[in-house]
């Protein structure tokens, strides 16, 4: 097959004009340009990043937010059953509100033997004042007649002593006289003697009845001191059983603040310093405790913290910012997160049953946001963020030139 059946005829006469030699070839068009001017920009571009950027390196990990006065746990002063919980999460309590009430049997068993024997000694105290007061009055009256019979007494022996002295005096002349015998005189002396030890012995009775008068009063009184002094000490008695109930029944709030955390429920059983409420004081400023696993040696304060509530979504509102102000120098405990967190569920869940290393951040402020703090979006959620909520962390440990993260790959893989 020769050349004119391959190729058409029209393109083998422009081949073989000599017109069509002297024009110059076209490479490319001035699209193909543009590309390759803007592939230049990029490239040259990439370059000055690679040289001029940052790429940051983050650790990730999980933390909460809490007051900087810490949580405050309302214990129990005494053991017993959980018979009511006056407040729920949420909750603004202030100092000496009663959050919760306890059951105290024994104590309540006491306080009604005590009560009713306090009864029982009032009741016996007003029956012995009755019966004093009945005794003073027939005692009294009794001493008056005697006392009355006594005087009379006194006044006749006291005519006959007036008497008997005018005789024994006429007698003694007499006697003097011889007219009459002297023993008649005597005689009369003695009956005098007699009325005058009469007239002692009725005085004496009389000062008798005064002695026995006061004798009487006194040990009445006694007696009523007694049931007194009996009142009186189950009294007091009463008085401790009752404060002493009331300190151990009643839980008791020390703390303005908000309740974070009701741990324990209506007929549980606490002992004594068991945990009935958690409370966040009022208006105390915020920072978050942050806890990271791995590679929590990296942290050092002054790094900057980007800190996401759970209950603000990142993709929508971005993150707050924080500034890490301590790091634990090791990992901490169960146990020590649980001193600062006392709720062990909430330890369980930032740990993840590891030894974490713990930190704290200060957390930008912005008075100009609904929440009060700086956040990476324009002004963040348009709610408070509160205490007790979980948050995840990236804290930036490094920053690096992008060529540095190319460098010792591209120097692996050339063998250089």
Known sequence: MDASQLFRKKALDQLASPDQLDRVMRVTNPVGWMALFAVGVLLAAAGVWSVKGQIPTKVRGRGILLSKGGVKAVQAAGSGRIAAVMVKVGDRVKHGDVVARLQQPELEQQQRQL???????????????????????????????????????????????????????????????????????????????????????????????????????????????????????LTARLAAIAKQLELTSKVVSFYDGRVSEVPAGEGEFVQVGGTLVSIEPHDAPLHALILIVEEGKRIRPGMVAEIAPATAKRELFGYMF??????????????????????????????????????????????ATPSGFKWSSSGGPPTQILAGTVCTVEIVVEKQRPIELVAPYLKDRLGL
Do not use: C, W
């Open 115 to 233: 009560g009713e024997q306090l009864a029982q000694a009032a009741r016996y105290k007003e029956i012995q004042e009755l019966h004093d007061r009945q005794n003073t009055e027939v005692n009294r009256k009794e001493s008056e007649q005697r006392r009355g019979e006594l005087q009379l007494e006194i006044a006749a022996a006291q005519e006959q002593i007036k008497y008997m002295e005018g005789k024994l005096k006429a007698e003694q002349e007499a006697l003097g006289l011889g007219l009459i015998p002297r023993d008649v005189a005597a005689q009369t002396l003695a009956r005098l003697q007699q009325e005058k030890g009469k007239v002692e012995s009725a005085k004496s009775s009389i000062s008798g009845l005064a002695v026995k008068d006061q004798a009487a009063i006194a040990a009445q009184g006694q007696a009523l001191e007694r049931r007194a002094k009996e009142v009186d000490d």
């Open 322 to 367: 924080g500034t890490i102000t301590s790091v634990s120098s090791m990992p901490s405990t169960q146990s020590a997160l649980m001193h600062i967190l006392r709720n062990p569920d909430l330890v369980k869940q930032l740990s993840g049953g590891d030894a974490p290393f713990t930190m704290y951040a200060e957390l930008v402020t912005d008075k």
